[in-house]
């Protein structure tokens, strides 16, 4: 296990993989907790990353925030195919689980928890000794497996129930489940409160037997990855700020909507696109 500065109390701890994402231009950071990570601090919160990492590229898009690892031989690694048809995504290497033994004593008093799996990593129940204000799902990582070639496909998640029960929210997308409706309603029931995105749709957010959508701005669109963990992150931090989940959504959503301009870990936002999504919300 290595640390990066030290280690005082957070507000909003992270637990999941950081990645290298293999692109055109090279390696490159990823994963949903580097785009959680600075969209929190962007936001004024004290951040903290629980991990495994194996050292391939600098962490220098996260200068500042403190990250625990726990080594590993290769960091878990994307690599995204294009075709006629559609992408097709593979994972080159898997790093090993996160055991929440990793999270420092400091760390364990953080009002939101955000456990955010990009490969079935880390488990979606908290241990009973931390004990967030919210803990926050966001799902993608416990609803795809891998084959043999490391091609990405969708799977079941047998956990899902207790899961969503158990947290204080939760955030996916459409293309997390296929587009699949039914899914969707099934963890809108057994959920607290679920947030559905999708895309420059926007996003619906179900809570206590209502629903309701919420439409993105405008933007023009260069690269969406991480635009959920932008609209998760900033939810899950507004939702303890206000205790207003239909506000928050609408907070999240103009949010999100600024990552999709810029490409990769550039897309996530400055306190100055912070403060005029307040703003935007009420007016």
Known sequence: MFHIVSLEPVDYLLIGHLTVDLTSTGPRLGGSVA???LTARAMGLRVGVVTAWGNEIPLTALDGIPVVAAEARHSTTFENVYTPEGRIQYIRHVAPKIDFALVPEPWRRAKIVHLAPVAQEVSPVL??????????????GWLRAWDETGRVH????????????GAGAA???????????????W???HARLLVVTDGAA?????W???????RAPRADEVDPTGAGDVFATGFFARLVETRDPWESARFATNLASFS???????????PAEVQHSLMEILK
């Open 260 to 270: 999709v301009t810029r490409v990769g870990l550039a897309g996530t936002p400055t």
């Open 187 to 189: 963890m809108a029931h």
């Open 202 to 206: 926007g996003s619906r957010l179900f």
């Open 154 to 165: 969708p799977c079941p998640w047998p956990d899902a129930g207790a899961a969503l029960q």
């Open 208 to 214: 206590s037997g209502d629903s309701r959508r919420f």
């Open 35 to 37: 785009y959680a990570a």
């Open 171 to 185: 955030v996916m997308s459409v293309e997390d489940v296929q587009h699949d409706e039914e899914k969707i309603e």
């Open 127 to 140: 241990p009973p000794d931390i004990r967030p204000a919210l803990c926050g799902l966001t799902i993608q």
